[in-house]
Each structure stands twice: as structure tokens, then as C-alpha cells.
């Protein structure tokens, strides 16, 4: 079983709609979690990282931490077209070494 | 402001040769990280460094090798490149203090 997993897509969704992107974990040691963003030809940036359980929020974008069911979430509210990119899940697998869902492909449609 | 810098954007590189891949960063951090990216498979760390001259292994070392004799600068070494390291190549680095890591543009290989 892999550490994380995550849906590819590609999900494609109009503009001004709610998005849901999700990655479920294996070890229920995990308590930092990360999102990162990619936009075309450009490396991952952080986006929100969140620490244990529970709701973060940052502006449009909100985290959210299921240590019960091994889930974690992104959404993303009012989504414009620049927020068209791939968005990773990423959680710590050792002292500083992260491990990295295969990313979503999400387009945002004017 | 480029905080990693990775020193090429694309190569292409015929099978056999022995490749390198530069990686700077000036921030001052202690990690630095190789990743490749691969469709379907996500990121998969190659090697890593905590500290000048030190490396480790990560999930797909064969076929790689690193260097790091200053703490800002990180290369990756194939040391004879076959046409299955074509990929995405990233390199990331983060401080001792969180897990936030900060990524290069990435290097597209293309090995032929």
C-alpha cells in the first residue's frame, strides 16, 4: 500500500465552483500535512500546510485533516482559472523527508 | 527573486553519457533534496543531503549518484544515462525548522 495516495484526475471544473481535492494516508503516525501547487513547466510551491486535526483556512483555500478516516482536503472556494495548476498532498516520511501524492490536475473554465 | 536555481531547463543527452545536474540555492539551507517527476507516478526522492559532504539514499537511488561539497550548491550525477531516467528532474531544499520545501523550476531530460 502506498505512504499517500491521490487521485490524478484531470478534474475540470467551471469557474466560480467549489473544488474538492483529497489524498488519503496509510500511517496513522502522520501529523503534519501539506498541500503544494504546480503550475506548467514551474516546480511544486507550498501552499497550506495544517498541523494534526482539524480546519485551516487561507483566504479562498481551506485545508482540512481526518486523522479518524486517513483523509486529508483541499477546497477551494469562488476558483478562477489561475487557479488551474496540479495540487499535491505531501506528508513528512522521516526526519525532513516528505512523501508526495501523484498530484491532481485541476482546469478551472472561464 | 530565484531562491533555487536548477542550471538548465531542458538537455538532451544520448544514452551512455554521463550527465550532470546542477542545483544552487541561497537561502542557506541545510537540506537539499532530488526528486524526479514522472506521469502517473508523482515525485520520487532520489537522494538527499542534510550537510556538506553528507548524502543519503532515497527510494530510487540506482543509476544516480550526488555531490555536495558546499552547503548551497547540490548536483546530481547519471552516470551513464539510459532512456529510462527521462523525466522531470526537481530539486528542492528546506531548513531544519519545518518541513516547507522550496523547489527549482526542474530540468526536463530528455535521454536518447
Known amino acids: 500500500q502506498k505512504e499517500v495516495e491521490q487521485d490524478p484526475g484531470p478534474l475540470s471544473v467551471p469557474e466560480g465552483a467549489i473544488v474538492s481535492l483529497n489524498c488519503t494516508y496509510s500511517?496513522?503516525?502522520?501529523?503534519?500535512f501539506m498541500w503544494y501547487r504546480q503550475y506548467s513547466r514551474k516546480g511544486p510551491e507550498l501552499l497550506m500546510y495544517?498541523?494534526?486535526?482539524g480546519n485551516k483556512e487561507d483566504g479562498r483555500f481551506t485545508a482540512q485533516v481526518d486523522k479518524s478516516s486517513k483523509y486529508i482536503s483541499l477546497f477551494i472556494r469562488d476558483s478562477q482559472p489561475s487557479d488551474s495548476a496540479t495540487y499535491l498532498c505531501?506528508?513528512?516520511?522521516?526526519?525532513?523527508?516528505?512523501?508526495f501524492g501523484q498530484g491532481t490536475r485541476l482546469t478551472i473554465n472561464p | 527573486d530565484v531562491k533555487v536555481t536548477q542550471s538548465s531547463r531542458y538537455l538532451v543527452k544520448r544514452t551512455g553519457e554521463k550527465v550532470f545536474l546542477e542545483c544552487v540555492q541561497d537561502?542557506?539551507?541545510?537540506?537539499m533534496f532530488w526528486y524526479r517527476q514522472d506521469p502517473g507516478l508523482g515525485l520520487r526522492l532520489i537522494y538527499f543531503?542534510?550537510?556538506?559532504?553528507?548524502?543519503e539514499k532515497g527510494d530510487i537511488p540506482e543509476g544516480y549518484s550526488v555531490s555536495r561539497e558546499k552547503k548551497e550548491r547540490f548536483s546530481l550525477i547519471l552516470e551513464s544515462a539510459s532512456t529510462n531516467q527521462t523525466s522531470m528532474y526537481l530539486c528542492?531544499?528546506?531548513?531544519?525548522?519545518?518541513?516547507?520545501?522550496?523547489f527549482g523550476s526542474g530540468t526536463r531530460l530528455t535521454v536518447v
Open positions: 528542492a531544499s528546506s531548513s531544519g525548522d519545518n518541513y516547507g520545501y522550496t
Open positions: 505531501s506528508l513528512p516520511q522521516g526526519a525532513q523527508k516528505l512523501v
Open positions: 495544517t498541523y494534526s486535526s
Open positions: 500511517n496513522s503516525a502522520f501529523q503534519y
Open positions: 543531503s542534510y550537510d556538506v559532504k553528507m548524502k
Open positions: 537561502m542557506d539551507h541545510e537540506n
